[in-house]
């Protein structure tokens, strides 16, 4: 079987995974949840965040699957750079263009997006947008 590591989002938790864990080891896989993620760290480059998921991962087998939660998206295809990964998994996650930087991306305003409430707006403005273009 394998083992999960679950990425948490930039505003959740690693309490987040609490009903999935359960779920996986049901069936027989092993899961770590990565520790915090440097949040508090302004200058962290998604490099940072990598090096701290796969310094999560440290002991763990080759047979890693990684599963990025919202924002951790942008975080978990640089660790396979760092050590083996088996699989990427985007659960509701950003999903990065090649090459593009989320903030020159236009489709995630992330000046808006760094709060829970700037999300929801974002969300909001997108859903407006595409109304109005069906009108």
């Not at 079987?1 to 779920?23: A, D, R, Y």
């Not at 200058?43 to 990684?66: F, H, K, N, P």
């Not at 000046?111 to 009108?135: D, E, H, P, V």
Request: charged residues 15%; aromatic residues 6%.
């Amino acid at each position: 079987m394998s083992i999960f590591c679950l990425v948490n989002g930039s505003t959740q938790n690693p309490l987040c995974w609490k009903l999935l864990v359960p779920e996986l080891e049901k069936h027989g896989h092993q899961t770590m949840i990565t520790p915090s993620l440097p949040v508090d760290e302004p200058a962290a480059s998604g490099t940072r965040y990598a090096e701290v998921i796969a310094q999560a991962l440290e002991d763990a087998s080759d047979d890693a699957v990684l599963v990025g939660h919202s924002a951790s998206g942008m975080f978990i295809p640089l660790v396979p750079s760092l050590r083996p990964i088996r699989r990427l998994v985007y659960l509701a996650a950003l999903i990065p263009k090649p090459g593009a930087s989320i903030r020159n991306d236009n489709s995630l305003p992330i000046q808006t997006c760094l709060t829970l409430n700037g999300w929801r707006r974002a969300g909001l403005a997108t859903i407006r947008q595409r109304m109005m273009r069906w009108q």
